[in-house]
């Protein structure tokens, strides 16, 4: 592809690793963009549409979005806040889901947020973190590390840290505790106002891909046999998004229902069908789903 052809296409930054490269690819694939990914290629061609996906690190996405350099980008709420960046921001993707904390060492005797004062606090956030320490009216040393953040207190370098946690699995590893909350962040879907209003029709094509996906996470598709006489019941307990579905059985007074429910509540709900009568209940994953 030569430099004339690439700038006209339309382009989409993703993270080419971390926490969040899985389930964006995983998005790109379920909307239907066909592109291969190889190593060490930071441009996928799709193939069924005139669209580049940028492989890049998530931390930059913001700026690129922001500068114009790319149209749609994908990469975490906290790197938006830490750039700063003057960007539009689409959609929450409901994945990557992290808090950016404070955290001390178990044996510290930092017990407190003002306890912080002027101690060393190391973070790959130096932004984040000196907003939140100035709210708090804390004066404290802030020292920048990129990556392994968690390791910094016990190698003398921090008295606590900032950093992103997920499970808290890597915090119990090196005997950290969390003091304090700064933000919580997810996987975002970003462009700029120039990009919206100059493809608004591609991007407004691609949320309606976008939103089907986010609509049908965490809901099933259930599927049962029931006596005609207990349909009221049933649709109490599986009303669907405005009314299950039904049908006409060979059998005599049976019907089929076919109805969406949520994914959190389904084994409950098919006790509850149980105990009416309902039978040959199958449930199904959505991939997609349109309102």
């Known amino acids: 592809m030569n430099t004339k052809t690439y700038n006209k296409q339309f382009k989409i930054a993703i993270p080419n690793k971390g ?7 995983k998005l790109m694939q379920t909307i239907g963009l066909e592109f291969d990914i190889q190593d060490r290629n930071l441009i996928s061609n799709v193939k069924n549409a005139s669209i580049n996906i940028i492989h890049v690190r998530a931390s930059d996405i913001p700026e690129y979005i922001q500068d114009g350099i790319v149209d749609l980008g994908i990469t975490g709420f906290d790197l938006i806040k830490e750039k700063n960046a003057d960007v539009e921001i689409l959609r ?3 994945y990557g889901e992290t808090e950016l904390i404070v955290a001390v060492p178990e044996k510290s005797n930092i017990k407190k947020i003002t306890d912080l004062k002027n101690k060393n606090i190391t973070t790959s956030y130096p932004i984040l973190t000196a907003q939140y320490l100035k709210s708090k009216k804390i004066k404290a040393n802030i020292i920048e590390v990129d990556g392994a953040v968690e390791i910094t207190p016990l190698l003398g370098l921090g008295d606590a840290i900032v950093d992103l946690v997920s499970t808290g699995t890597t915090l119990r590893a090196n005997k950290l505790i969390p003091l304090d909350t700064i933000l919580e962040s997810e996987a975002i879907l970003l462009t700029n106002k120039k990009s919206l209003q100059k493809n608004k029709t591609l991007i ?3 949320l309606i891909r976008i939103d089907s996906v986010l609509i049908a996470k965490g809901k099933v598709y259930i599927m049962m046999n029931a006596p005609e006489n207990k349909l009221e019941e049933i649709k109490k307990v599986a009303p669907g998004l405005s009314a299950p579905t039904i049908m ?3 059998k005599k007074n049976m019907i089929a229902i076919h109805s969406v429910i949520e994914k959190k509540d389904s084994w409950i709900i098919i006790e509850k069908l149980k105990q009416i009568g309902a039978t040959g209940i199958l449930i199904m994953p959505i991939e997609k789903m349109l309102l």
Do not use: A, C, F, P
């Open 92 to 94: 929450n993707l409901g």
């Open 19 to 25: 926490r969040l490269i899985e389930e964006t690819l």
């Open 248 to 250: 006409k059985l060979t």
């Open 204 to 206: 407004d094509s691609l």
